[in-house]
């Protein structure tokens, strides 16, 4: 990895442990945690009322999101998914409600304190078929062809490598899995340049693909049927989007089996 990759991933890190402390400290005073400051694009008020009210405060609070990716993914009962990038756990909980106690929810971050958090939001939860892990993106910690499901609520634009991103969420589904994603995404005809100039990569902006290249990503790491839905304008040329893609099912389990990174686990309980 460059050193402004490595310096980027720090700069996110530390946005998202920041933003976990805040909350956890917020849940300490005597008024509760606070949401996280964000505009009217980003947040839990993505979120449907009867579902934030179900959940942890903590967890409503510490959503930073530009959608809604469980309620695009379509899940069933004893599936299992995948959060990537899962925050204070809204999505993981979520989830979990969804598959149902035959299913299981797994959340993967790379960050301590918002693991922490998520970890107490369980808790709080009562959630009992839910996993979190603590790893990147680019490097799953999870065999291949485990998951029924991956999702994931505006993360993968923050990743340096999306490459890697998008081969690694092929390799843990199943044959016949499916992606339900939130993500931000460009018109195709802004520039690199053009997208920095309309906001930060800990943003969620300047790291953003256009929707030809988050297509043309997707398609080489081998998924079919991409589907890529603009729902509302986060700045200009800039959408909040819905990504849905499916691994094909005649894919052999062989050709899809692509090691682990020195130093991940490769349990899946």
Avoid: W
Wanted: hydrophobic share 40%; with cysteine; proline share 4%.
């Amino acid at each position: 990895m460059s050193e402004s990759s490595t310096n980027l991933r720090e700069v996110v890190r530390q946005r998202y442990a920041a933003a976990a402390v805040k909350v956890t400290d917020g849940g300490t005073a005597c008024c509760g945690p606070q949401p996280i400051e964000t505009d009217e694009n980003f947040g839990s008020t993505l979120y449907a009322a009867d579902d934030r009210d179900a959940l942890p405060a903590e967890a409503v609070a510490a959503s930073l999101g530009c959608g809604n990716p469980t309620a695009v993914a379509e899940l069933n009962e004893g599936e299992r998914v995948l959060d990537l990038g899962s925050g204070g756990g809204i999505d993981v909980l979520l989830s979990a409600r969804r598959v149902g106690p035959t299913g299981k929810a797994y959340g993967l971050d790379m960050t301590e304190e918002m693991l922490a958090l998520a970890l107490a939001n369980t808790a709080r939860a009562g959630a009992t078929n839910v996993e979190f892990l603590k790893g990147n993106i680019e490097a799953i910690p999870l065999p291949a062809n485990t998951i029924d499901v991956v999702i994931s609520n505006c993360v993968i634009n923050l990743s340096t490598d999306k490459s890697a991103v998008f081969a690694e969420t092929f390799r843990v589904l199943k044959p016949g899995g499916r992606i339900g994603v939130s993500d931000v995404v460009s018109n195709d005809d802004l520039t690199a340049e053009q997208r920095a100039k309309r906001g930060s990569h800990v943003g969620c902006i300047a790291g953003a693909l256009s929707f030809a290249e988050y297509r043309e990503g997707l398609e080489a790491a081998g998924f079919a049927n991409v589907e890529i839905t603009p729902t509302h304008e986060v700045a200009d040329g800039m959408h909040s989007a819905i990504v849905r893609a499916v691994k094909p099912a005649d894919v052999a389990e062989g050709t899809v089996s692509l090691p682990l990174a020195e130093g991940t686990s490769g349990c899946c309980a």
